[in-house]
């Protein structure tokens, strides 16, 4: 789970976009920290970079395939 020190750095957003599980491999929209919702391995993305690929990290079979979803969106000035 992504921790943080200072609370009054980051603002709650309901945005769809931290709904939305995408596959490895897929451009991120936002930059920002991403977590596997399967197993919650997290990762950091810059603007413009793709997610890691499938190969990234393992799951059991019976977990199933690797699923991001953006956990904190960096938000540029
Ligand atoms: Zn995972």
Not at 38 to 43: F, K, N, R
Request: with cysteine; proline share 8%.
């Amino acid at each position: 789970m992504a921790l943080y020190k200072h609370g009054h750095h980051l603002t709650q957003s309901h945005h769809e976009a931290f709904d939305t599980p995408l596959t490895p491999g897929t451009l991120a929209a936002y930059p920002g920290v991403y977590r596997c919702i399967v197993c919650g391995d997290e990762i950091g993305i810059a603007k413009g970079h793709a997610l890691p690929p499938q190969n990234h990290h393992q799951h059991a079979v019976s977990q199933g395939p690797i699923r991001w979803q953006l956990t904190v969106c960096a938000v540029q000035r």
